[in-house]
């Protein structure tokens, strides 16, 4: 799960480079159709972003663990109770409550939107599927349904020619495809902004649509004026909305952006570059530490020890170390930082002190390590096992 965490937050990183420069560059341009199409092409490319690897130096080894072991057995179980519930653990249940919690208001705001459209008498026009309510409620649009007041469709037709474009134009797959965005990354605001982004979006582009089919555009503006007070009710719906009315009235008077600015999208990728080349260590499967074996946060598939990540391998060195006592009563304590490999065969090879605290601690955790003849599950690097090598610190603390 770490390793999705950490892509999570590559992609994540990714989006907000790719949002800010939009909300920066590309926002107040008139390419409606086409911002649209790199939004979310662009999105999707940062989902795929983290799966390619950049060689960019050789990166430290990740460390299995720390160990903390105190003299009282009560406390040294208190150590492995640490250890069994790391950071990594506690932001994996919170990104997948938050991840539950916005699944659960687009599923509720979808119902309320179904519910209401089966409320209304529904006829079958050329391009879409009208439903009219009794009610007079701010009209919306969700796949080839339409959905408005008997008062707008009697008085304002411009409404429901407004609403027609948003079928044309198939923006509701727009906010179906941008929903696993807000799943996925429901912690970044930026997602949240260039939602609010592309459903502006599509406003202008149906206001544009609406101008094209001969709707004088003051009388147009002036509707927009009148029909001002309403909200938006359903999160996968497009409407006539009436948040940014002045952007949307600015946007039918402004002149067309030049097609030469498509290209400022470009000035994109060597952001993205820098990103990924910082971001992504090189994954060489030739290179090796101490030419025993890939450095543990290198390798493809992580070994594992009893069904579980290094952590369990730290509960089980915690179970089995025992505090000199001639160390403890000289009141000696520190860190002792080992390396092991876990080699094809899954066992603990290669034991050594990088580096050591004093004589009696350093033989005390090579002993323990050394001593470990349970298999490990052998680590994988393009489909094969390989030697994984760790970097293991054990404190010794005394109370």
Known sequence: MNDFLLYIGRSGLYLSLF????????????????????????????????????????????????????????????????????????LTILYFAGLLAVLVAILVSSGKMLRLIRSGSAEKLEDCRLVVSKDDIPSFTWGRTVVIGRK???????????????????????????????????????????????K??????????????????TQYQLLLVRKSVGEERFSLASGFQHANLKNRITMMLKNPTSGGMRWGYLALLPILMLAMYACNPTKNKNEQADD????????????????????NFSMWVNNHLVYPETAKAAGKQGRVTLQFTVDKSGDVTNVKVL??????????????????????TPGMQDGKPVDVVYRFPIVYQLK
């Open 200 to 217: 502006l979006l599509h406003e202008y582009e149906a206001d544009e649509g609406v101008l094209k089919n001969g709707i004088d555009a």
């Open 152 to 198: 707008d469709l009697e008085k304002n037709p411009a409404i429901l020619t407004h609403e027609r474009m948003h079928v044309q134009c198939r923006h509701s797959l727009d906010l179906l495809l941008f929903a696993v965005f807000q799943l996925l990354f429901w912690w970044n605001p930026l997602v949240w902004i260039t939602r609010s982004e592309l």
């Open 355 to 376: 580096k050591g605290v004093d004589p009696e601690l350093d033989a005390e955790s090579l002993r323990v390590v050394s001593s470990c003849t349970e298999k490990w």
């Open 19 to 90: 949002y800010a420069f939009y909300l920066l560059v590309m926002r107040h341009t008139t390419l409606f159709r086409f911002n649209r199409v790199m939004l979310l092409a662009g999105s999707f490319l940062c989902l795929a972003l983290p799966l390619i690897r950049l060689r960019t130096g050789k990166a430290p080894m990740a460390q299995a663990g720390e160990l903390t072991l105190l003299p009282s057995p009560e406390t040294a179980t208190g150590a492995m109770t640490s250890a069994a519930l790391p950071w990594a653990d506690l």
């Open 292 to 311: 025993v074996g890939i450095p543990y946060q290198l390798v493809e598939v992580k070994p594992t020890f009893q069904g579980g990540d290094a952590n």
